[in-house]
């Protein structure tokens, strides 16, 4: 960064020092593509960028340092830690368990204790609010949370899989959502934020939730009882709130593939394009037959107080040529589903015309093959 003269008021420096140092142990191509990505969520606002990423391109063809030679020493460390490593602070409780076990036992001996996913929302309690929160569980070492499994005709990942994990995945089998958990948050984000975390809060601007609705995806639920599955439409049940009960986890997440012909895109709008708070975002899995709508699963956050499906305009359109004919009565079937909140995002109306907007978007893409994305132009 000195070499380059990447750093002026030094500001945004350490923020960009960590990007390098994780650059440069990942192990990743140093094209400009990769090591934008890898930059990405740090702000500068002096030096305009150029020079930054040059220390990028150095840092990326620099030497292996002292970190690399001490990777086997760490994880020799690592496999003697104990299954539940257990913090504390005054009243507060920080528990770390290794298996699912040792998650259980953690529940039962905390059983208000709170679930920690990536902590995005839970921070903010103790950021914002000032909670002293008596006693919090990361689920991110429990081993059994942590798998990625493809099978025939779905694939499966753990509760505690992050979005960095499942993104390759999501690249081969969904594409666009793949593109839109790319401007959820930056990497650091992703490494941490989990898709389970992100159901669990059930928030209605939560931007995984209506892909997973659209997809019919569904969750498995753990506890020391035993495992129920519930489709993700079940799961969520109101703003903020889900079928999870007491001792129950989300074990893992399963996303079934789009059968031949089925076509699914994403869709998300928020003030900023990257890394912003969605104001409305719009998933779509679409299935015609001979040019009518066989079926169309339409899914909608920031809609109403949870992420949902337009039931309304889902009926209206099945049997309908998947044309553009019908598409000025969208916004009227779309205000039989939702009755949308104005606020500093958007405004009521705004809502009900982009959410038709989204779709008609949608439907041009999957009639042209042009895509109207701004990430592809
Ligand atoms: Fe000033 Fe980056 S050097 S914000």
Not at 27 to 34: K, L, Q
Not at 95 to 114: D, G, K, T, V, W
Not at 326 to 338: G, K, N, Q, S, Y
Not at 346 to 366: I, K, P, S, V
Request: aromatic residues 8%; proline residues 6%; hydrophobic residues 45%.
């Amino acid at each position: 960064m000195i070499d380059t003269d990447a750093t002026q008021c030094g500001f945004c420096t350490p923020g960009f020092v960590m990007a390098l140092f994780v650059f440069h142990h990942g192990g990743e191509p140093a094209d400009s593509a990769t090591m934008h990505e890898a930059l990405a969520g740090n702000l500068c606002r002096c030096t305009g960028y150029r020079s930054i990423v040059e220390a990028c391109r150095r840092v990326a063809q620099g030497p292996a340092d002292r970190f690399v030679a001490e990777a086997p020493v760490l994880a020799e460390k690592l496999s003697s830690v104990p299954p539940c490593t257990e913090y504390r602070c005054g009243t507060q409780t920080f528990l770390m368990p290794r298996s699912l076990e040792a998650l259980f036992a953690a529940m039962e001996q905390h059983p208000n204790a709170i679930l920690l996913g990536g902590g995005t929302d839970l921070g903010l309690r103790v950021s914002k609010d000032r909670e002293a929160l008596p006693a919090v569980i990361a689920l991110e070492a429990v081993r059994e949370l942590r798998h990625v499994t493809t099978g025939a005709d779905a694939i499966e990942f753990g509760g505690a899989v992050t979005y960095s994990e499942i993104l390759p995945h999501l690249d081969r089998h969904f594409p666009s959502f793949g593109a839109m958990v790319r401007r959820i948050g930056s990497r650091q984000i992703r490494n941490l934020g989990t898709i389970a975390g992100n159901l669990a809060t059930a928030s209605p601007i939560g931007d995984s939730i209506p892909c997973l609705l659209a997809l019919d995806a569904s969750v498995k639920l753990m506890s020391r009882a035993g495992e129920r599955v519930l489709p993700v439409e079940s799961f969520i049940t109101g703003y903020r709130k889900t079928a999870l009960a007491a001792g129950e986890v989300i074990a893992a997440v399963r996303i079934p593939f789009l059968a031949p012909g089925q076509k699914f895109s994403v869709y998300k709008l928020s003030k900023r394009f990257d890394q912003d708070i969605s104001t409305v975002i719009a998933a779509f899995r679409l299935e015609r037959l001979g040019g009518k709508v066989q079926q169309l699963r339409a899914a909608y956050g920031g809609m109403a107080a949870r992420a949902m499906r337009a039931v309304a305009l889902e009926t209206a359109v099945k049997g309908r040529p998947w044309e553009p004919a019908w598409l000025p009565d969208i916004e009227t079937l779309l205000a039989r589903d939702f009755t949308p909140i104005g606020d500093h995002r958007g405004g009521a109306a705004y809502r009900l015309r982009a959410a038709a907007g989204l779709l008609r978007r949608f439907q041009f893409e999957t009639s042209s093959n042009v895509p109207v994305r701004v990430e592809a132009l």
